[in-house]
């Protein structure tokens, strides 16, 4: 349905800040829901944050809310997640997703039916 491209990953020191940007495909991207999630290696997959087409509704995890900024620029069919006071606990394989029924509120329950390759975040202490 979507083709979802991220970037901005990399090795980043505790205390410091990295952003990652999703490229999506299409259209209709201003119709879809987006977020992000985070699976670092032996663990399974975790929810990190999403937001509505609009950007009007944002919903992120307990573990990133306060440090964690998701935005989204529909001219440019690119959605944002800002990560600030990165944590070694924050190591592990960033994937972008969209769907377009899925409402934010739910997105740590429900998964999105398209999905990005990922990008390594990795924070040394």
């Known amino acids: 349905q979507v083709q979802l491209v991220e970037s901005g990953g990399g090795l980043v020191q505790a205390g410091g800040s990295l952003r990652l940007s999703c490229a999506a495909s299409g259209r209709t991207f201003s119709t879809y829901v987006m977020g992000w999630f985070r699976q670092a290696p032996g663990k399974e997959r975790d929810f990190v944050a999403a937001?509505?087409?609009?950007?009007?509704?944002?919903y992120y995890a307990d573990s990133v809310k306060g440090r964690f900024t998701i935005s989204r620029d529909n001219a440019k069919n690119t959605v944002y997640l800002q990560m600030i006071s990165l944590e070694p606990e924050d190591t592990a394989v960033y994937y972008c997703?969209?769907?377009?029924?899925?409402?934010?509120?739910?997105?740590?329950?429900?998964?999105?039916?398209?999905w990005g390759q990922g990008t390594q975040v990795t924070v040394s202490s």
């Open positions: 937001i509505s087409g609009s950007g009007v509704n944002i």
């Open positions: 997703a969209a769907d377009r029924y899925i409402a934010t509120i739910k997105w740590s329950t429900m998964t999105p039916g398209s």
